[in-house]
């Protein structure tokens, strides 16, 4: 059973920067891409990044590019997100995913449980 759990949200002041974590469990975490996706209020869940199996090669939605980096340590069964300057309109649930093979765009076939990120103005 795959088990994905986020960490590291909370409130950052606009300008700020912070770390997200996701833990996986449940299968082979280095055989299968990674994505991360945001869901704020009354608006639809939006992608955010995505990351192959070796973690040389990363996708941006074009509102995060530039500030946000996503990486992976296989070893750890982790895959990371770095938020620099942050904006009011980041604010949302955060969600990492699982690809259902190997490719980075997926279809994500597995879910965390999201974790909130709150930028203050």
């Known amino acids: 059973q795959v088990q994905l759990v986020e960490s590291g949200g909370g409130v950052v002041p606009a300008g700020g920067s912070a770390s997200l974590s996701c833990a996986a469990s449940?299968?082979?975490?280095?055989?299968?891409?990674m994505g991360w996706f945001r869901q704020a209020p009354g608006k639809e869940r939006d992608f955010v990044a995505t990351i192959d199996t070796s973690g040389r090669s990363t996708g941006y939605a074009d509102s995060v590019k530039g500030r946000f980096t996503i990486s992976r340590d296989n070893a750890k069964n982790t895959v990371y997100l770095r938020m620099n300057n942050l904006k009011p309109e980041d604010t949302a649930v955060y969600y990492c995913?699982?690809?259902?093979?190997?490719?980075?765009?997926?279809?994500?076939?597995?879910w965390g449980q999201g974790t909130q990120v709150t930028v203050s103005s």
């Open positions: 449940g299968r082979t975490f280095s055989y299968y891409g």
């Open positions: 995913a699982q690809s259902r093979d190997s490719s980075k765009y997926g279809p994500f076939d597995y």
